[in-house]
């Protein structure tokens, strides 16, 4: 069984470029959450995908959009890249339309904006 | 809106000691799950133990268990006969939104195991 994977492990962008963060789910699982865990703090949910459609969104602006794939694999895009959007960014799968059951962690991307 | 609070930003206990974390939360939902999450320097958030809120039963899980009581909204973790790798950040969470909203973190307690 092939755990959660993403890509790239680091990145460094300057203020306002556009990036994209890439993640495999767990064989099996067809949800896929994104979260941001700034330096010092718990992860912050940022949205959900459940077969390829959005279905839950955290309180973050529109320049943070995402995809999910037939394979459920997904991405996450940000655009107008923010000096504050320096931070650990981590997907999540699980099993389910409202990811009630457990969601197992990749082992995230650091993106540093300059 | 729903939090999480974990009251203890760092703990330091000796290898082999027992140690607690404690983890409240509010939330207006009758069934959910409440769990710990590991994150070790290396980053990578690792499953520690769940708990099913219509279970009375505390969950446990080789030397980790919980302390379960939800009339408090009190979900503290033990950690038994602590080993060097138990060092991490300990984070409480659970889905908001009927699981809608992702898993809710709180801030996290950096739990550090001394020889």
């Known amino acids: 069984e092939t755990g959660v994977t993403q890509s790239p492990t680091h990145l460094i962008k300057t203020r306002g470029q556009q990036v994209t963060l890439r993640c495999s789910s767990q064989s099996g699982h067809n949800t896929v959450s994104w979260y941001q865990q700034a330096l010092g703090q718990g992860p912050q949910f940022i949205f959900q995908?459940?077969?390829?459609?959005?279905?839950g969104r955290g309180n973050f602006p529109p320049r943070f959009s995402g995809l999910q794939f037939p394979n459920y694999s997904s991405e996450l895009n940000v655009n107008a890249l923010e000096l504050d959007d320096s931070a650990l960014y981590l997907c999540?799968?699980?099993?389910?339309?409202?990811?009630?059951?457990?969601?197992?962690f990749g082992p995230g991307t650091r993106l540093l904006v300059l | 809106a729903q939090t999480v609070t974990q009251s203890q930003p760092e703990m330091s206990v000796q290898e082999a000691e027992t140690v607690t974390l404690s983890c409240t939360y509010d939330t207006s939902e009758n069934n959910y799950y409440l769990f710990w999450y590991k994150q070790p320097p290396s980053r990578q958030m690792i499953l520690v133990i769940r708990q099913e809120a219509y279970k009375q039963q505390n969950a446990t899980e080789n030397r980790f268990s919980v302390n379960f009581q939800k009339a408090a909204k009190s979900f503290s973790l033990k950690i038994s006969d602590s080993q060097l790798g138990d060092t991490a950040m300990y984070f409480c969470?659970?889905?908001?939104?009927?699981?809608?909203?992702?898993?809710?973190f709180g801030k996290g307690t950096h739990l550090i195991i001394q020889p």
């Open positions: 969470a659970y889905p908001s939104g009927g699981g809608a909203d992702g898993l809710t």
């Open positions: 995908y459940y077969r390829e459609e959005e279905n």
């Open positions: 999540a799968s699980s099993l389910g339309e409202r990811a009630l059951e457990t969601q197992y």
